[in-house]
């Protein structure tokens, strides 16, 4: 059985960081490309970015480009996102999830995903 | 960006209903749009991907379709574990974005 858990969240203050963990089991880790995807209370998903297999492609939304970075370790079969500079707009719950690639279309969807961890910025 | 308009935010409906749900590109996206359940415990599974492929699972009555830039997902018969948040998203070009969701609520 494919599990996802997202661990590492809580309350943190303005401007500090925060590193997010997802332990990842009932797969082959490093087969996959990974992604996080976030959402603010009440709000829709939105997009962070994703790392390929060996690490040697990583892509993030352009907003959060020099305040996030996306790291795994395939011994561990976890996946990372460390949070720097934090502000209120970064309170959300953050989900990981796996991507699967649908080769006659050339596209990638999220197949499974975490249970979200919630992560509150305020003094 | 490519920005993903779903339509309606909110629909009302009742068990056995057929509904669907609108899901609009900002440009063309060749069919790279995937939907999404969220239940209201967070809990978010994929239900349909490259437009109108049903992903392992989903039962049926859900299905996908469109071309361009204007996509949809169809409910057929409307379940009781169907009331939740959908979504679409592009996977045509960086950064990946997902439509606003759609609320699918009791009437």
């Known amino acids: 059985e494919v599990k996802l858990v997202e661990s590492g969240g809580g309350l943190v203050q303005p401007g500090r960081s925060l590193k997010l963990s997802c332990a990842a089991s009932g797969f082959s880790f490093n087969d996959y490309w990974m992604g996080w995807v976030r959402q603010a209370p009440g709000k829709g998903l939105e997009w962070i970015g994703e790392?390929?297999?060996?690490?040697?492609?990583?892509n993030y939304t352009p907003s959060l480009k020099d305040k996030f970075t996306i790291s795994r370790d395939n011994a561990q079969n976890t996946l990372y996102l460390q949070m720097s500079k934090l502000g209120s707009e970064d309170t959300a719950i953050y989900y990981c999830?796996?991507?699967?690639?649908?080769?006659?279309?050339?596209?990638?969807?999220?197949?499974?995903w975490g249970q979200g961890v919630m992560v509150t910025v305020s003094s | 960006d490519i920005q993903m308009t779903q339509s309606p935010s909110s629909l009302p409906a009742s068990l056995g209903e057929r509904v669907t749900i609108s899901c609009r590109a900002s440009?063309?996206?060749?069919?790279?749009l995937n939907w999404y359940q969220q239940k209201p415990d967070g809990t978010i599974k994929p239900l349909i991907y490259?437009?109108?492929n049903l992903q392992s699972g989903v039962p049926s009555r859900f299905s996908g379709s469109g071309s361009g830039t204007d996509y949809s997902l169809t409910i057929s018969s409307l379940e009781p574990e169907d009331f939740a948040m959908y979504y679409c998203q592009q996977d045509a070009s960086f950064p990946n974005t997902f439509g606003a969701g759609t609320k699918l609520e009791l009437k």
């Open positions: 999830a796996r991507e699967i690639y649908y080769y006659s279309g050339d596209l990638y969807y999220f197949d499974y």
């Open positions: 490259y437009t109108s």
């Open positions: 440009q063309g996206i060749s069919n790279n």
């Open positions: 790392i390929n297999q060996d690490s040697s492609t990583i």
